[in-house]
């Protein structure tokens, strides 16, 4: 037969992704799970026909130019998107894909999560216990903000947004989406759309984040937009730590004007704004959302179709640029 075509993979990737890869490929792995740099991404590239990238490894447009031209498909280990240079792939010819679809039900667990987690005061109770400081029960002792029964508003309906709304309904809770399209209205069960995501801020006892990151969203949530919501609500994001202007959210939240917050993703990644630490009402977690065995598996097996796909000619099933 032909040659197999030479795969570069970023990361060290779940064992079964490995493996497959392993199969169908000449691979050149790094071994260990220090992101690679530009310089150090072209330089590996070297003699690789496509690249197997995740959300957190930037592919700029100087590192997407300064590639092989041996290097014809990028797949990234992600739904998300906004760490390629896609305009610079799409001019270099080089193809796209990513991973959306098998890591909805994972985030959106998490983002529930991270909903409950904040409002109960999960992250406070937990230290207030593991660190021996709890001496008894009290009935005013970590009183959080009741889910149940309370208005949530989605900002992104996708595919994410649509597995929050669900589990909110087993919640009881009032659901309000705002998105580019409204959705048709057999698939939107019962939430309420809103044109103007502004005026949906106003009725928001919790806000989920659930957007793309784009110029266009960079900071959405800012100092005017929290203060529309109610006092007191609850903010969550599983999407992208760059949606949100961190000095404005950790201010809201030092004054009081929210309650609590439940970050599963920042800006500066993996850094951490001081801010933030220092705040007890945050329930935070290091991005793993999409952080489960099957998930994880599904993410590469899912990458590896569009590979497989792109080098048997055909069109890769979610190719992006
Ligand atoms: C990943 C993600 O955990 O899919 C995405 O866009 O952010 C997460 O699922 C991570 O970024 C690995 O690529």
Same mark, same amino acid.
């Given at each position: @037969? $032909?040659?197999?075509?030479?795969?570069?993979?970023?990361?060290?990737?779940?064992?079964?992704?490995?493996?497959?890869?392993?199969?169908?490929?000449?691979?050149?792995?790094?071994?260990?799970?220090? +992101?690679?740099?530009?310089d150090?991404?072209?330089?590996?590239?070297?003699?690789?026909? *496509?690249?197997?990238?995740?959300?957190?490894?930037?592919?700029?447009?100087?590192?997407?130019? @300064?590639? +092989?031209?041996?290097?014809?498909?990028?797949? =990234?280990?992600?739904?998300?998107?906004?760490?390629?240079d896609?305009?610079?792939?799409?001019?270099?010819?080089?193809t796209?894909?990513? $991973?959306?679809?098998?890591?909805?039900?994972?985030?959106?667990?998490?983002?529930?999560?991270?909903?409950?987690?904040?409002?109960?005061?999960?992250?406070?109770?937990?230290?207030?216990?593991?660190?021996?400081?709890?001496?008894?029960?009290?009935p $005013?002792?970590l009183?959080?903000?009741?889910?149940?029964?309370?208005?949530?508003?989605?900002?992104?309906?996708g595919?994410i947004?649509?597995?929050?709304?669900?589990r909110?309904?087993? !919640?009881?809770?009032e659901?309000?989406?705002?998105?580019?399209?409204?959705?048709?209205?057999?698939?939107?069960?019962?939430?309420?759309?809103?044109?103007?995501a502004?005026?949906?801020?106003?009725i928001?006892?919790?806000?989920?984040?659930?957007?793309?990151?784009? +110029?266009?969203?960079?900071?959405?949530?800012?100092?005017?937009?929290?203060?529309? %919501?109610?006092?007191?609500?609850?903010?969550?994001?599983?999407?992208?730590? $760059?949606?949100?202007d961190?000095? *404005? %959210?950790?201010?809201?939240?030092?004054?009081?004007? /929210?309650?609590?917050?439940?970050?599963?993703?920042?800006?500066?990644?993996?850094?951490?704004?001081?801010?933030?630490? @220092?705040?007890?009402?945050?329930?935070?977690? +290091?991005?793993l959302?999409?952080?489960t065995?099957? =998930?994880?598996?599904a993410? @590469? !097996?899912?990458? /590896?179709?569009?590979?497989?796909?792109?080098?048997?000619?055909?069109?890769?099933?979610?190719?992006?640029?």
């Amino acid at each position: @037969g $032909t040659r197999k075509p030479v795969l570069l993979l970023t990361r060290r990737y779940p064992d079964a992704v490995m493996a497959r890869a392993a199969g169908d490929y000449e691979i050149m792995t790094n071994e260990d799970d220090h +992101p690679y740099g530009v310089d150090e991404m072209i330089r590996l590239a070297q003699g690789a026909d *496509a690249m197997l990238v995740c959300a957190v490894d930037q592919v700029p447009a100087d590192l997407i130019r @300064g590639l +092989p031209d041996s290097v014809r498909m990028i797949a =990234t280990f992600s739904v998300g998107t906004d760490h390629i240079d896609l305009a610079a792939a799409k001019e270099r010819g080089v193809t796209v894909a990513n $991973t959306p679809g098998v890591l909805t039900d994972a985030t959106a667990d998490i983002a529930f999560l991270l909903l409950l987690g904040a409002a109960r005061r999960a992250a406070e109770g937990e230290r207030l216990i593991r660190e021996h400081r709890w001496d008894g029960w009290a009935p $005013t002792q970590l009183v959080g903000v009741h889910v149940t029964g309370k208005r949530l508003a989605i900002l992104g309906m996708g595919r994410i947004g649509q597995a929050m709304a669900r589990r909110a309904q087993g !919640f009881d809770m009032e659901i309000h989406y705002h998105n580019r399209r409204r959705l048709p209205a057999d698939q939107e069960a019962g939430a309420i759309y809103h044109a103007d995501a502004d005026e949906m801020l106003g009725i928001a006892d919790f806000l989920s984040i659930h957007s793309p990151a784009t +110029p266009e969203t960079r900071h959405w949530l800012n100092a005017g937009r929290i203060a529309r %919501l109610p006092d007191g609500a609850v903010v969550v994001n599983t999407a992208r730590g $760059t949606l949100v202007d961190d000095e *404005a %959210l950790i201010a809201a939240l030092r004054s009081g004007k /929210l309650a609590a917050a439940g970050l599963d993703v920042f800006e500066n990644e993996p850094k951490l704004h001081p801010g933030y630490a @220092g705040l007890p009402n945050t329930f935070l977690l +290091p991005h793993l959302g999409s952080a489960t065995d099957q =998930t994880r598996d599904a993410m @590469g !097996f899912k990458a /590896l179709d569009n590979l497989d796909a792109f080098f048997a000619g055909r069109e890769p099933p979610d190719r992006v640029a």
